[in-house]
T-cell receptor, first 112, second 117 residues
Framework: KQEVTQIPAALSVPEGENLVLNCSFTDSAIYNLQWFRQDPGKGLTSLLLIQSSQREQTSGRLNASLDKSSGRSTLYIAASQPGDSATYLCAVKIAAGNKLTFGGGTRVLVKP | DTGVSQNPRHKITKRGQNVTFRCDPISEHNRLYWYRQTLGQGPEFLTYFQNEAQLEKSRLLSDRFSAERPKGSFSTLEIQRTEQGDSAMYLC???????????????FGQGTRLTVV
């Protein structure tokens, strides 16, 4: 059974600092991995999708890496801003049409 | 492309009542998923459809829960005889298979917040 873990559960940084969010999964045979952002009481916004054949994806200040062999992904957010405050969730899919298995999320607070 | 739409956004119901939620996926997406999220946790899978066929149901989906996607477009999730433990955010997502030109990226709606009193 695939299990996804995100540590730490919460993180507080001063504005301008780079954020490093970790995601680990137990079964390396994944189809893809997706990072999401969730604001309080809202749905999920897709940030980055990494296919199993890829090592990283970038979008603006966001960069996500994938190391299947070690069962890890890292989301980097450069030069954090107060507007980056949210919960960040990673999720893995083990087959093309299959469900996503989520981690518990990392709650991020960026202080002005 | 108007995104995934869920209605209602909030629902308060008395224990024992039935509730129904609706999800309208992104129009060309053939896969539709339902998840449940409780406070402080990641979403948990409930069920999913490929077109109109329901392909998988989680053990979380008790007999009181039923989901449909009658024409392969919108979907409904019904909870019968609600219990306080059903209080959660119910999230819907959709995606498009690679065979249809997509990349399987999942897009989520804003969710329906259910409170059972």
């Amino acid at each position: 059974k695939q299990e996804v873990t995100q540590i730490p559960a919460a993180l507080s940084v001063p504005e301008g600092e780079n954020l490093v969010l970790n995601c680990s999964f137990t079964d390396s045979a994944i189809y893809n991995l997706q990072w999401f952002r969730q604001d309080p009481g809202k749905g999920l916004t897709s940030l980055l999708l990494i296919q199993s054949s890829q090592r990283e994806q970038t979008s603006g200040r966001l960069n996500a890496s994938l190391d299947k062999s070690s069962g890890r992904s890292t989301l980097y957010i450069a030069a954090s801003q107060p507007g980056d405050s949210a919960t960040y969730l990673c999720a893995v899919k083990i087959a093309a049409g299959n469900k996503l298995t989520f981690g518990g999320g990392t709650r991020v607070l960026v202080k002005p | 492309d108007t995104g995934v739409s869920q209605n209602p956004r909030h629902k308060i119901t008395k224990r024992g009542q039935n509730v129904t939620f609706r999800c309208d996926p992104i129009s060309e997406h053939n896969r539709l998923y339902w998840y449940r999220q409780t406070l402080g946790q990641g979403p948990e899978f409930l069920t999913y459809f490929q077109n109109e066929a329901q392909l998988e149901k989680s053990r979380l989906l008790s007999d009181r829960f039923s989901a449909e996607r009658p024409k392969g477009s919108f979907s409904t999730l019904e909870i019968q005889r609600t219990e306080q433990g059903d209080s959660a955010m119910y999230l819907c997502a959709s995606s498009l298979d690679r065979a249809r030109g997509g990349n399987t990226e999942a897009f989520f709606g804003q969710g329906t917040r259910l409170t059972v009193v």
